[in-house]
Nanobody, 115 residues
Framework: QVQLVESGGGLVQAGGSLTLSCAAS????????MGWYRQAPGAQRELVAS???????NYADSVKGRFTISRDNAKNTVYLQMNSLKPEDTAVYYC?????????WGQGTQVTVSS
Protein backbone atom coordinates (compact mmCIF):
# COMPACT_ATOMS: atom_id res chain seq x y z
CA GLN A 1 0.00 0.00 0.00
CA VAL A 2 0.96 3.61 -0.59
CA GLN A 3 -0.09 6.53 1.57
CA LEU A 4 -0.23 10.09 0.25
CA VAL A 5 -0.34 13.13 2.51
CA GLU A 6 -1.16 16.48 0.93
CA SER A 7 -0.61 19.94 2.31
CA GLY A 8 -0.60 23.56 1.20
CA GLY A 9 -4.17 24.34 0.26
CA GLY A 10 -6.00 27.40 1.47
CA LEU A 11 -7.70 30.66 0.58
CA VAL A 12 -5.99 33.15 -1.71
CA GLN A 13 -7.01 36.20 -3.69
CA ALA A 14 -7.08 36.14 -7.46
CA GLY A 15 -3.60 36.70 -8.83
CA GLY A 16 -2.00 35.12 -5.82
CA SER A 17 0.09 31.98 -5.43
CA LEU A 18 -0.02 28.71 -3.51
CA THR A 19 2.20 25.65 -3.39
CA LEU A 20 0.79 22.20 -2.81
CA SER A 21 2.90 19.29 -1.56
CA CYS A 22 2.22 15.57 -1.54
CA ALA A 23 4.45 13.10 0.25
CA ALA A 24 4.25 9.39 -0.51
CA SER A 25 5.14 6.61 1.90
CA UNK A 26 4.74 2.88 2.15
CA UNK A 27 5.48 0.44 -0.66
CA UNK A 28 7.28 2.81 -3.00
CA UNK A 29 8.48 1.75 -6.44
CA UNK A 30 10.93 3.85 -8.40
CA UNK A 31 8.99 3.70 -11.66
CA UNK A 32 5.91 5.81 -11.19
CA UNK A 33 3.93 8.85 -12.19
CA MET A 34 2.73 11.45 -9.73
CA GLY A 35 0.24 14.15 -10.42
CA TRP A 36 -2.48 16.49 -9.32
CA TYR A 37 -6.14 16.36 -10.19
CA ARG A 38 -8.87 18.73 -9.12
CA GLN A 39 -12.60 18.59 -8.70
CA ALA A 40 -14.84 21.61 -8.49
CA PRO A 41 -18.40 21.38 -7.12
CA GLY A 42 -20.68 19.72 -9.66
CA ALA A 43 -17.81 18.95 -12.00
CA GLN A 44 -15.80 15.88 -12.89
CA ARG A 45 -12.34 15.32 -11.54
CA GLU A 46 -9.79 16.56 -14.07
CA LEU A 47 -6.06 16.30 -14.56
CA VAL A 48 -4.11 19.41 -13.64
CA ALA A 49 -0.54 18.21 -14.12
CA SER A 50 1.57 15.06 -13.94
CA UNK A 51 5.25 14.18 -13.80
CA UNK A 52 7.06 10.90 -14.35
CA UNK A 53 9.92 9.64 -12.21
CA UNK A 54 12.29 10.79 -14.97
CA UNK A 55 10.83 14.30 -14.95
CA UNK A 56 8.57 14.38 -18.00
CA UNK A 57 5.63 16.68 -17.38
CA ASN A 58 2.13 17.12 -18.70
CA TYR A 59 -0.26 20.02 -18.04
CA ALA A 60 -3.88 20.81 -18.64
CA ASP A 61 -4.24 23.64 -21.14
CA SER A 62 -6.03 25.75 -18.54
CA VAL A 63 -2.97 25.89 -16.26
CA LYS A 64 -0.10 26.00 -18.74
CA GLY A 65 2.18 28.93 -18.03
CA ARG A 66 0.73 29.43 -14.54
CA PHE A 67 1.31 26.14 -12.70
CA THR A 68 4.55 24.17 -12.35
CA ILE A 69 4.80 20.58 -11.19
CA SER A 70 8.04 19.25 -9.76
CA ARG A 71 9.21 16.37 -7.62
CA ASP A 72 11.92 15.31 -5.21
CA ASN A 73 12.46 11.60 -5.73
CA ALA A 74 14.64 11.29 -2.63
CA LYS A 75 11.70 12.52 -0.55
CA ASN A 76 8.99 10.82 -2.65
CA THR A 77 7.29 14.19 -2.80
CA VAL A 78 5.57 16.06 -5.60
CA TYR A 79 4.88 19.78 -5.62
CA LEU A 80 2.50 22.02 -7.50
CA GLN A 81 3.45 25.67 -7.66
CA MET A 82 0.35 27.65 -8.62
CA ASN A 83 0.77 31.26 -9.74
CA SER A 84 -1.66 33.82 -11.14
CA LEU A 85 -4.53 31.95 -9.55
CA LYS A 86 -8.03 32.55 -10.86
CA PRO A 87 -11.44 32.00 -9.24
CA GLU A 88 -12.02 29.12 -11.67
CA ASP A 89 -9.05 27.31 -10.09
CA THR A 90 -11.17 26.85 -6.97
CA ALA A 91 -11.51 23.11 -6.31
CA VAL A 92 -10.41 20.26 -4.14
CA TYR A 93 -6.97 19.20 -5.35
CA TYR A 94 -6.05 15.53 -5.15
CA CYS A 95 -2.62 13.99 -5.37
CA UNK A 96 -2.21 10.83 -7.42
CA UNK A 97 0.57 8.28 -7.52
CA UNK A 98 0.46 5.62 -10.23
CA UNK A 99 2.76 2.62 -9.93
CA UNK A 100 2.53 -1.01 -10.98
CA UNK A 101 -0.79 -0.22 -12.70
CA UNK A 102 -2.38 0.90 -9.42
CA UNK A 103 -3.61 4.39 -8.64
CA UNK A 104 -3.28 5.78 -5.13
CA TRP A 105 -5.07 8.98 -4.11
CA GLY A 106 -4.56 11.52 -1.42
CA GLN A 107 -7.38 12.81 0.76
CA GLY A 108 -7.63 16.11 -1.10
CA THR A 109 -6.87 19.68 -0.13
CA GLN A 110 -9.16 22.63 -0.72
CA VAL A 111 -7.96 25.56 -2.80
CA THR A 112 -10.24 28.60 -2.86
CA VAL A 113 -9.49 31.64 -4.99
CA SER A 114 -11.52 34.74 -4.22
CA SER A 115 -12.22 37.41 -6.83
Amino acid sequence: QVQLVESGGGLVQAGGSLTLSCAASGRIFSINVMGWYRQAPGAQRELVASITNSGSTNYADSVKGRFTISRDNAKNTVYLQMNSLKPEDTAVYYCLRRQSEYDYWGQGTQVTVSS
